[in-house]
């Protein structure tokens, strides 16, 4: 169990940080092999956690305050609604949903060079919906991937408002978690042990994102945010 743990967060967090989110989407296939969806959330929450204020100081010149604070507010009600259904199973007719909805952003992001920025209404809606789905199954980030993308001109702002929300929503689904009763002490203990490795990752991680240029970035998001709908897609 503690070798998938060590191999999910790194590759996770390796990921995360070149790109800005799809963190939980690499680290949760290596962690449902050998545990439960609602103690994987839990330890994608603490991680995600310790990692946020190193990205808040890093990144914080380069984020988009404004939307930042939209989706901070709609969110709350989105993680609580998701982690009271995350405790009574696991809609998959939702994840689905998520994953066609993602593979149509992408499509039309590929079709149509010039992105439709959305409107208030919509940004409501999809940030609501991204804080129920990393409620639920930590895997939100590919939602306020779709919403950031459209409303920032550089990568460098794209990854660092995706470093922010995900933060954000880490901070407000860890303390429920923890509220409900789901977060265990062993699970802070074994986090210990990840510890080396996690930090590992995202020095690895900013490294390589240092040594790639914003084109490239912008075909890897896509690809990712393509590769997550899909996953949601066809897996339960």
Partial sequence: MLLLLIIGIFFGFFVQTISGFAGALVA??????????AEAVCYISIFYSIASPIYFYKEW??????????LAITSFFGVLIGSIVLLFGEPNILKKALGIFILLFVINNLINKNNKRFGAKVQFILGLFGGFFSGVFSTGGPLYAVIIKSETATVQAFRATMFGILGIVSIMRISVL???????????????????????????????YLKLNEEFLKKFILGLLFISGFMLIIKN
């Fill in 178 to 208: 923890a509220f409900e009763g789901v977060l265990t002490r062993s699970e802070l203990i074994n986090s210990l042990y990840v510890l080396p490795f996690f930090i590992l990752a995202l020095v690895l991680g900013k490294m390589v």
């Fill in 28 to 37: 949760l296939p290596f962690l449902l092999l050998v545990m439960p969806l």
């Fill in 61 to 70: 010149k380069n984020m988009d305050k404004e939307l930042l604070k939209k």
